[in-house]
Structure formats: structure tokens, C-alpha cells
């Protein structure tokens, strides 16, 4: 995944082929998830393959067949309504998930166990979705779905996910029983956080904001004992009114015990707020 990153921000010309890359590893990986997790323990965890779940154990319908019959539709509505900013490569997606379900439609399942096909597939669809993300594209689907309903009744974005892939559940919920649909929620979280993990990473930065009476001690010490760079805003004592400088700066989680004992050591008496910071790009952290 770095090494196609790094493709991407050093050559140009290659920046297409690896998003197209991106998209057909992804969707591959959401096709397999699917076929040796989520189907066999009938897991419909929202979207269009919760959909093909429903239907091949209502009508033993090919779960290919209906993503595709799902799936290209509301690409063209997509296109039509919303605009054509969703380009080929979402198209790429749209078919090649499918095509990818069934030519794997044989493998023998992973696991039985409907909560562990819950934690497995979540991961896997999460992980697939988090790569065709950095793809700049989607897999279509629901998604779409989601966007038209957002653009002609005013639901935020969210609210129309969640009445999409809830109504999926529920569906799930009537057809096999309330135990599937509770698995299907789980897979629905765990695909959720899964994502998150992909387009942010496992690494967590922490951001200090720092009010102390001896401010030019502690950028000072930042700057040149932790070697990061340090922002200073004006603000004002909400008691007291008078001005009163603080002092932002951002750093990895193994200096930030360092950066609190030098505070502690320049200022003991300083007022530091920390929090977490999810993804920083720019110098002295990752480029995008």
C-alpha cells in the first residue's frame, strides 16, 4: 500500500493506473470477504450484498446477479442525477465486485460461526471499502442510493445510510431471525472502525494546547529538545481578560510523555489540554 502511495505522489502519470489498482484490490477483497463470511452465515450487514444475502435464502437468487442488477442502475441514476463527478473508476468498482463474487462463488466458507463471519467480514468489507476510498472512488451501491435521497428530501448524508442499511437489517431480521440481524450490526461497526483504520492508520498523534506564563522557555525547550514545530495563538483570560498566549503543538504518541516533562520542568504550574489528533499531514509528519 506505501509502495503505491508513494507511486502516486512521485509519478503523475501513474497516479490513474494505481488509483484503478486500489479500486479493483479493494473490491476484490470486499468479494471474497463476502462469499466466505458474510453469506454463508447469513449476515446481511447493509448495502447491496446484505441485499443478495436476503435474496439468495428468500429466492436462492446468484448474489452476483443481484448486486450487478442493484449495482448499475443506481450508478446510471447516479450519473444522471447527481453528476458525472463519479466517473469510471466508481464504475470499475460497481462491476468488478460483482464479477469477483461470482468467480469465487465456490469457496468453501472460512468459518460457521455467525459471529465470528460477523467480526471477519466486517473487517475484510471495511478494509476493502478503506482501499477503494483512497482510490478516489466507491464501490456504488447503496451509497448512491444514500446521495439521491440526501439531495431531493434534505436527510443529512448519515441519516439516509442509516435508514438504508437499518431498513437492510430489519429486512434480515424478519427473513432469518433477530440473532442474524444483531451479528449484522456488529459487522456493520466493525466495517465502520475498520475503514477509519485504512484512511487514518493505526498511529494516533496527540495535539497539546499549552498556557503557561513562561512561554518562550517551553517553545523554546519544543522546538529544540523535541524538535517540533510550535504555533502560538492570542487569546484572552475569560476571568481575568488579559491576554494570555498559548501555545499549540503536535506530536507522536512516544514523545508525548518527553513533551509533558519538559512542560512539567520548565512550568509546573502551566495549564495543558491534550487531544487526540486522528490524522496530521505536513512536515515531520505523513505527506497525504
Given at each position: 500500500m506505501n509502495r503505491i502511495n508513494h507511486l502516486r505522489e512521485t509519478n503523475p502519470k501513474l497516479r490513474i493506473a494505481a488509483d484503478y489498482l486500489l479500486v479493483l484490490l479493494g473490491s476484490a477483497?470486499?468479494?471474497?470477504?463476502?462469499n466466505v463470511f458474510l453469506l454463508p452465515n447469513k449476515v446481511a450487514s447493509g448495502g447491496v450484498s446484505g441485499i443478495s444475502t436476503i435474496l439468495k435464502s428468500v429466492l436462492g437468487?446468484?448474489?452476483?446477479?443481484?448486486q450487478w442488477a442493484f449495482n448499475i442502475p443506481l450508478f446510471i441514476a447516479g450519473v444522471v442525477l447527481l453528476g458525472k463527478h463519479y466517473g469510471v473508476k466508481t464504475l470499475a468498482g460497481t462491476i468488478f465486485l460483482p464479477f469477483v463474487v461470482f468467480l469465487t462463488k465456490s469457496w468453501e466458507p472460512w468459518t460457521h460461526d455467525a459471529l465470528l463471519g460477523a467480526l471477519f467480514g466486517g473487517i475484510g468489507v471495511g478494509l476493502g471499502l478503506g482501499i477503494v476510498f483512497r482510490g478516489n472512488a466507491s464501490t456504488g451501491g447503496t451509497d448512491l442510493a444514500a446521495q439521491i435521497i440526501n439531495k431531493y428530501t434534505g436527510f443529512t448524508l448519515g441519516r439516509c445510510v442509516v435508514m438504508i442499511d437499518g431498513l437492510i437489517v430489519l429486512t434480515a431480521a424478519?427473513?432469518?431471525d433477530i440473532e442474524k440481524a444483531l451479528y449484522?450490526?456488529?459487522?456493520?461497526?466493525?466495517?465502520?472502525k475498520t475503514i477509519d483504520l485504512v484512511q487514518i492508520g493505526f498511529g494516533r498523534s496527540k495535539m497539546a494546547m499549552i498556557i503557561t506564563d513562561k512561554q518562550e522557555e517551553v517553545r523554546e525547550?519544543?522546538?529544540k529538545k523535541i524538535d517540533r514545530g510550535v504555533t502560538k495563538f492570542s487569546a484572552f483570560?475569560?476571568?481575568t481578560d488579559h491576554e494570555r498566549p498559548v501555545l499549540m503543538c503536535v506530536v507522536d504518541q512516544t514523545e508525548f510523555t518527553k513533551l509533558k516533562q519538559l512542560v512539567k520542568s520548565l512550568d509546573p504550574s502551566a495549564f495543558v489540554v491534550v487531544m487526540d489528533a486522528a490524522e496530521v499531514l505536513g512536515e515531520g509528519f505523513k505527506r497525504g
Open positions: 477483497i470486499i468479494a471474497i470477504s463476502f437468487l446468484e448474489p452476483a446477479y443481484v424478519i427473513v432469518f449484522a450490526l456488529i459487522g456493520l461497526y466493525v466495517t465502520s525547550g519544543i522546538l483570560g475569560g476571568f
